[in-house]
């Protein structure tokens, strides 16, 4: 059910802040397990950073290019197997850069034998690699470093270093001397058994979830923002949104960490000790995008899924998230291919770069079509 902050009952079992993909998922899983449930989005859609827009006859997934197969396993669990099934794997990842140019369907057996046959790594190298990745956990060892992963299994093999680094330290901020702990998790997930995306884009997926959120009976308020998170005795009891205080059980945020800690409940309602932990995470890092759309008619050539780019000629952790980015990546959406219905050709060039290294520039570079 939608409502805005007149139609809005008095009190529901849980409020969830935020209807990202997170906010979302939690409260179609209250509302599925019997509670009264409100969502409150701030802005006039759906889906968070999992958005998409239209130019004219085009339109552009801004988010969700590229995800882990793990993806078809939450959407089974937590939505329907219908979005599950429309979980489709991009087999033709491609890397084109001043050491290498070669393509890969992003899985184990297929890093393996490219290791072996470009790189000369054997195979039970190779395999001991993945294996150790795999295994790392959050309570072994944090001292292990990402360079010390790399110095184990291979080396002084710069060009390996950046087939297995680049993309995660590019999407993720990774560094060699960040924990190897944060890199195998990345990398595990995306590189070892495929790179998914959706059919039916993002405008389908978010009028599938929408549906569901109604389905299960939750209550739905876009341009509704938490203000502030309420408290009695120490607990939660419910949300201010736009200057109206609603009770509530429980409250779930899904915005941001730090606003959610420091402005929505206040330092006053959080321990020291996580407040200074809240205080110490660095957010992620900025993206650039291009959106590139091409007339009627034009069909492109075999350019690959995704396109990974960089201009540096050998891989520097540092400089891949510098400002402006030697990476890139490029999502090619063919006709008909992720959105079969739709004719046109569209490709997201995204870079990304540490916020603080160009936070004078625009977010958002320009669009084209
Ligand atoms: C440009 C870009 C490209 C990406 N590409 C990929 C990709 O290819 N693959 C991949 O796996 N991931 C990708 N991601 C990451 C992925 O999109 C995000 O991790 C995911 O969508 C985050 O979901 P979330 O629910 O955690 O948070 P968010 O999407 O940030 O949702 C938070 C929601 O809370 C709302 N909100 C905040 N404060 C309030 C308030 N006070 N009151 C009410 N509402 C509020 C916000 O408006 C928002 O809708 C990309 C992200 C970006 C930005």
């Given amino acids: 059910m939608s409502a805005n902050t007149n139609t ?7 409020v969830v802040i935020g209807a990202g993909l997170g906010g979302m998922t939690a409260a179609n899983r209250l509302a599925t397990s019997g509670h009264n449930v409100l969502l409150l989005e701030k802005h006039n859609m759906l889906g968070g950073y999992a958005t998409y827009f239209r130019r004219g006859p085009h339109i552009f ?10 993806m078809a396993k939450t959407f089974r669990k937590y939505w329907s197997a219908d979005i599950a099934s429309r979980v489709v794997q991009l087999k033709r990842i491609r890397f084109e850069n001043p050491q290498f140019s070669l393509r890969s369907t992003f899985e184990a057996e297929d890093f393996l034998r490219i290791l072996a046959e470009r790189f000369g790594v054997p195979r039970e190298t190779g395999e001991a690699f993945f294996r150790q990745c795999r295994s790392l956990n959050f309570y072994d060892d944090r001292h292990l470093l990402v360079r010390d992963l790399f110095d184990k299994f291979f080396p002084d093999n710069r060009p390996v270093r950046r087939l297995l680094l680049e993309t ?10 960040d924990p190897a702990l944060c890199y195998g998790i990345v990398f595990s997930n995306f590189m070892q058994k495929g790179t998914y995306s959706l059919l039916g884009g993002t ?6 979830l929408r549906r569901e959120l109604e389905k299960n009976g939750v209550t739905i308020a876009l341009r509704t923002a938490a203000e502030k998170i309420l408290f009695r005795d120490g607990r939660a009891a419910g949300v201010r949104a736009n200057g109206r205080d609603i009770a509530a059980r429980a409250v779930v945020s899904n915005a941001n960490l730090k606003e959610t800690a420091f402005r929505l409940a206040g330092e006053e309602h959080i ?8 205080r110490d995470v660095s957010l992620s890092l900025s993206v650039a995008q291009v959106y590139i759309g091409f007339k009627a008619g034009t069909e492109l050539p075999d350019l690959g899924d995704i396109l990974f780019t960089s201009s540096e000629p050998d891989f520097d952790d540092r400089a891949s998230t510098a400002f402006p980015p030697p990476s890139r990546s490029y999502s090619i959406y063919y006709p008909r291919h992720l959105r079969p219905d739709h ?9 990304r770069s540490r916020q603080a290294e160009h936070r004078k520039q625009p977010s958002v ?5």
């Fill in 203 to 208: 405008d389908r997926l978010l009028v599938d």
């Fill in 168 to 177: 995660v330290a590019y999407a993720t901020g990774v560094h060699l001397d």
């Fill in 8 to 14: 809005l009952t008095d009190s529901y079992d849980v």
């Fill in 61 to 70: 997934d801004v988010a969700l290019h590229a995800f882990p197969v793990g």
């Fill in 365 to 369: 570079l320009g669009a084209a079509t």
């Fill in 343 to 351: 004719d046109r050709a569209e490709i997201v060039a995204s870079a």
């Fill in 271 to 278: 321990p020291a000790g996580l407040a200074q932990d809240i």
